[in-house]
């Protein structure tokens, strides 16, 4: 149900028109066709599609999964696909499974800078900066 909600008719309606058909139809060369899935286990990237791919034949097929999809990107993946090129699998915004953001209204948020709550700054104890160099230990 979260892709529904986050946009999923959007994101088949964009299909259906830049493809020229509906669920269970294949475009006339061939190379889509377009179906429905159950729900794929990834409610936080919602919108996302799963394609296919049969290039190297039924044995050799396999599934890449595109997430956190706005109608734009649906688009593009398409228009990618039709040229050859290489595609951005998983989501097309976060680098990983951070909090980065989500799929409002059929566009990408980015989430504020800062860290917040929904009542204010966290307690701590807070987790140190990876980044920086281990403190000196004091000598024994």
Known sequence: M???????LDI???????????IGETTADGMFTLGE?????ACVNAPMIAIADYSNGVEGFSYNYYEDLTSEDVS????SIKKGGKLRVGSQHRDKAEPAGAVQFGKW???????????????GPYCRNLDDPPPAQAAA
């Open 37 to 41: 899935m159950e729900c794929m286990g």
């Open 12 to 22: 088949q309606h964009t299909l259906e028109d830049k493809l020229g058909i509906h």
């Open 109 to 123: 948020v980015p989430k504020p800078e800062g860290t917040m709550t929904l009542t204010g700054n966290p307690r």
């Open 76 to 79: 593009n993946i398409v228009d």
């Open 2 to 8: 979260c892709c529904r909600l986050q946009g999923a």
